[in-house]
């Protein structure tokens, strides 16, 4: 594996753990970029009241893309769904000219996922009430998916369905309801860096939904599109890996 290609952080989205995306890494790492990815706070955690969007971003930064610049890495970012959120918090301040020395994020891929501006939480992105699906419960401060191959999956093949269905975790609330910081998509470093996979028959973030937030975010977007669910990356898992590369081929 070339080491001179930049590494690709995942961050995953809610509810959800690096297992969902396993077949996406393998067909990244085989294309000769190295993935790194972790199980974010937020789920199924058993501290809830320690839980925020913050909490989620400062370890994307602090165990994932830190020690990677700090050892002479380059850096991609791939956030889906509610990781991007935390994921572009966390890139905040380390692109190239804030870096100023050593290596940096170099790139910015937004997989059907959240873009916030600061002071904003996925909850008020969502006008304050959460979706019908989400299942919550307010003695534990946990949330659960209702039928989440229907929201996520309804496009998967049914066994492969089943399989992530069964993996879905337990989510913080409090995670989803606390504001962002500051995000690092609408800097300048990320002009011509920053790009969007839109998924047209999203049940989770909806298609409309996702074109607002690129219409109204106030900078230009490398804009792919895809005729899937919410979970690309698991009915054509190489058609998504395939963006992705041609993505970064651009950057």
């Known amino acids: 594996m070339s080491q ?27 294309a000769g970029y190295p993935v790194k990815t ?43 769904s509610y990781g991007g959120c935390p994921g572009a918090a966390a890139a905040k301040g380390l692109g190239k000219t804030e870096r100023k020395t050593g290596r940096s994020i170099i790139g910015l891929v937004f997989l059907a996922a959240f873009l916030a501006r600061e002071g904003n939480s996925l909850l008020s992105a969502l006008h304050g009430k959460f979706d019908r699906w ?29 399989i992530a269905a069964k993996e879905i975790k337990l989510h913080s609330k409090a995670s989803l309801s606390t504001p962002s910081t500051p995000s690092a998509w609408g800097d300048s470093d990320f002009d011509g860096r920053r790009a969007y996979i839109r998924a047209l028959d999203d049940r989770a973030i909806l298609p409309v939904t996702q074109e607002m937030m690129l219409k109204y975010s106030g900078v230009e977007w490398k804009v792919r599109e895809m005729n ?22 651009e950057l």
């Open 4 to 30: 001179t290609k930049p590494y690709i952080v995942l961050v995953p989205g809610a509810w959800h753990t690096p297992v969902h995306y396993q077949e996406l890494t393998a067909l990244l790492e085989e």
């Open 38 to 80: 972790t199980k974010l706070p937020s789920v199924a955690s058993n501290q809830l009241n320690k839980e925020s969007v913050v909490r989620d971003s400062n370890t994307i930064r602090e165990k994932l893309l830190l020690p990677l610049l700090d050892e002479g890495k380059d850096v991609i970012l791939l956030m889906h």
């Open 134 to 162: 989400v299942v919550i419960n307010d003695e534990t401060g946990q949330l659960d998916v209702e039928n989440p191959i229907q929201v996520f999956y309804h496009d998967v093949p049914r066994d492969k369905a089943s």
């Open 228 to 249: 899937t669910s919410h979970s690309p990356f698991l009915p054509r898992p190489r058609e998504t890996a395939d963006i992705i590369l041609d993505i970064i081929s």
